[in-house]
């Protein structure tokens, strides 16, 4: 495995298509395009890593697998009378498909259904106790209590975020929204801010790839049915619009942030974390798409048999 990722790693760095960095969040324009990082958490608990697989960068929308994790725990499936389970087929921050279908976001990974998320995780509570209760949940998860949010690209983020808030005020105009829509969103800018490194986030994803078992304990972080669901919305909404390519080319449930990370899982096997910067046209990691492409046939690891 270890020879696998050198490999990975060196292919990368000679890559000069290395994509364009996510500019519309200013904090995130200055990060340098050169990196990469790789991690894999085998099932057995065994790590690998190469790149800059230590650094840290902002998981953006990858922080959505864990809210949505959150969201099921506290209310079950009532949280899909507000929140589809299809693919859009449409970029991350349209507002388009809203108006069609009454302020029913397509999917919790795209950024309304992230909102309405959000919003049905806060319960009355207010964002810093919401966020609280994120930050460490996935301290709980990745085992790793030195995590945290990364506040110049959370205030970033809130300076920018015209267009998240036109799809939460829709929503709220539609009576999706119970909160108060600028809690919401500050909410929601904060979690999307969580910084972490491809180890952490490897280590973060292992109760997907554990059929919802806590790794390092024999706790249950959700039940083997959730584990599953949750994966399968990965695999059909996790990367937007690029949801199809990417299971074509890797075949693999993943979700991905415009900070370059994605996180991707092989049921049963091991749960991968990738970082470079540089997106495609869609908004997501180039390097990291085509990194987990080389390693899901180095492996076999695809969903899809061999």
Same mark, same amino acid.
Request: charged fraction near 15%; include cysteine; proline fraction near 3%.
């Given at each position: ?42 099932? /057995? ?59 029913? #976001? ?37 085992? /790793?209590?030195? $995590?945290?949010?990364? /506040? ?41 801010? $969580? ?45 937007? /619009? ?10 693999? #449930? ?7 990370? $994605? ?13 470079? #910067? ?29």
């Amino acid at each position: 495995m270890q020879k696998i990722l050198d490999d990975i790693n060196e292919l990368m760095a000679a890559n000069t298509d290395r994509g364009k960095v996510a500019d519309y969040i200013p904090q995130l324009a200055c990060v340098d395009s050169n990196q990469f990082g790789i991690t894999v958490v085998l099932a /057995d608990g065994q790590v690998f890593s190469a790149g800059s697989s230590a650094q840290l960068f902002s998981i953006q929308s990858i922080s959505k697998v864990f809210t949505l994790t959150m969201a099921l725990g506290k209310i079950g499936d009532a949280l899909w009378s507000n929140v589809g389970r299809e693919p859009s087929g449409d970029a991350f921050n349209s507002i388009v498909q809203l108006e069609h279908e009454h302020g029913k #976001p397509r999917n919790p990974f795209i950024n309304a259904g992230a909102i309405a998320v959000v919003d049905a995780i806060m319960m009355g509570h207010q964002p810093k106790e919401t966020l609280a209760e994120i930050v460490q949940f996935v301290r709980y998860i990745a085992n /790793d209590s030195s $995590i945290s949010i990364d /506040d110049k690209v959370a205030r970033s983020e809130v300076e920018t975020g015209h267009r998240n808030a036109s799809l939460a005020h829709f929503m709220a105009s539609f009576g999706r929204i119970k909160h108060l829509v600028d809690c919401v969103l500050g909410t929601y800018y904060h979690h999307c801010s $969580i910084a972490m490194n491809c180890e952490q986030l490897a280590q973060a994803g292992m109760f997907l790839a554990l059929d919802g078992m806590h790794q390092n304990s024999t706790n249950r972080v959700v039940s083997a049915q959730r584990a599953r669901r949750i994966n399968s919305l990965m695999l059909m909404c996790g990367h937007y /619009d690029g949801s199809g390519e990417f299971a074509y080319r890797v075949g693999l #449930p993943g979700k991905s942030g415009v900070g370059g990370g $994605i996180l991707a899982i092989a049921p049963g096997k091991a749960s991968i974390a990738v970082w470079s #910067p540089g997106l495609d046209s869609v908004g997501n990691s180039k390097l990291g798409t085509e990194a987990l492409e080389i390693l899901v046939q180095q492996t076999g690891w695809s969903i899809f048999g061999h």
